[in-house]
């Protein structure tokens, strides 16, 4: 930003500031730069409103103010978390064994605090090491735990896959 004065010599030397708390936030130089002092979480803060003064070297002291608007821009900075109904975390389904291959068993789901829908996506994917991938599939966009055949209880215990 800048400001004009029109006087000579010290009557038109202008000193920028930022008054108060958002002082500690942001910065303006004396060329008028404003800089934010360190990074700003989106997820807290998703915009800044506040004065810069103008303030002139004459006798007596001239100040002009402008209202800066600084908007947080988001970014995919937060970690998924699954949202399990269960104390443990953990998700528990039942299938009734025999039922035929691509039966829902079930939906996991997650959530994060991005706010934007772009930076809150999601690719759901069994763990790499899940020994229960042969009877289960992921669908990666709706979490929907899918059988991949006909279960049968008597031949196989079930362990539930690790979804990450």
């Known amino acids: 930003m800048t400001a004009t004065d029109w006087d000579d010599g010290?009557?038109?030397?202008?000193?920028?500031?930022?008054?108060?708390?958002?002082?500690?936030?942001?910065h303006v130089d004396q060329?008028?730069?404003?800089?934010?002092?360190?990074?700003v979480d989106r997820e807290r803060y998703d915009n800044f409103r506040f004065p810069v003064l103008a303030v002139d070297h004459g006798v007596p002291r001239r100040t002009g103010s402008t209202l800066v608007i600084?908007?947080?821009a988001d970014v995919d900075d937060e970690k998924p978390r699954f949202m399990s109904d269960s104390d443990d975390g953990r998700y528990r389904f039942n299938v009734t064994e025999n039922e035929p291959a691509d039966t829902k068993v079930g939906y996991v789901s997650a959530e994060d605090r991005d706010g934007?829908?772009?930076?809150?996506?999601?690719?759901?994917?069994?763990?790499?090491?899940?020994?229960?991938?042969?009877?289960?599939?992921?669908d990666p966009h709706s979490g929907a735990i899918i059988t991949r055949r006909p279960l049968d209880r008597e031949v196989m215990?079930?362990?539930?896959?690790?979804?990450?």
Do not use: H, K
């Not at 030397?13 to 958002?22: A, N």
């Not at 763990?127 to 289960?136: H, I, L, M, P, R």
């Not at 215990?157 to 690790?162: D, G, K, Q, V």
């Open 31 to 39: 060329r008028g730069v404003v800089s934010a002092q360190d990074s």
């Open 157 to 164: 215990l079930i362990r539930a896959p690790s979804v990450g």
């Open 70 to 72: 600084v908007s947080v």
């Open 10 to 26: 010290n009557n038109g030397r202008i000193e920028y500031s930022i008054p108060g708390s958002m002082a500690v936030t942001f």
């Open 116 to 138: 934007l829908a772009e930076n809150n996506a999601f690719i759901y994917a069994f763990d790499g090491g899940s020994s229960s991938t042969n009877e289960f599939s992921i």
